[in-house]
């Protein structure tokens, strides 16, 4: 899988960001889809999910303010984060089909 990847950046608390991630090489609508992140000098912890009928699941502690969605059309996928929080600083990965992208950073700091 051949992965493209874009968004993140530096935020203030309370801003948002959107994370996009293009995937190529494999059905893509046939396939789950999740976005990982990896915080500074901790493991990484899976952050959603979304089935290919559009079906999403989120980690708790995003629950009403992240937003998981795709574009089977141009084989993406998007988070929509709002109202960050500097815990939400980490290292973004989209992940699916046995294989994880290079990673998007997100900082988030007054």
Request: proline share 6%; charged share 15%; hydrophobic share 35%.
């Amino acid at each position: 899988v051949q992965f493209v990847e874009s968004g993140g950046g530096l935020v203030q608390p309370g801003g948002s960001l959107r994370l996009s991630c293009a995937a190529f090489g494999v059905p893509f609508s046939n396939y789950d889809w999740n976005w990982v992140r990896q915080a500074p000098g901790k493991g990484p912890e899976w952050v959603s999910l979304i089935t290919p009928t559009g079906d999403t699941n989120y980690k708790e502690s995003v629950k009403g303010r992240f937003n998981m969605s795709r574009d089977n059309a141009v084989n993406t996928l998007y988070l929509q984060m709002n109202n960050l929080k500097p815990e939400d600083t980490a290292l973004y990965y989209c992940e699916g089909a046995g294989s994880r992208g290079q990673g998007i950073p997100v900082a988030v700091s007054s």
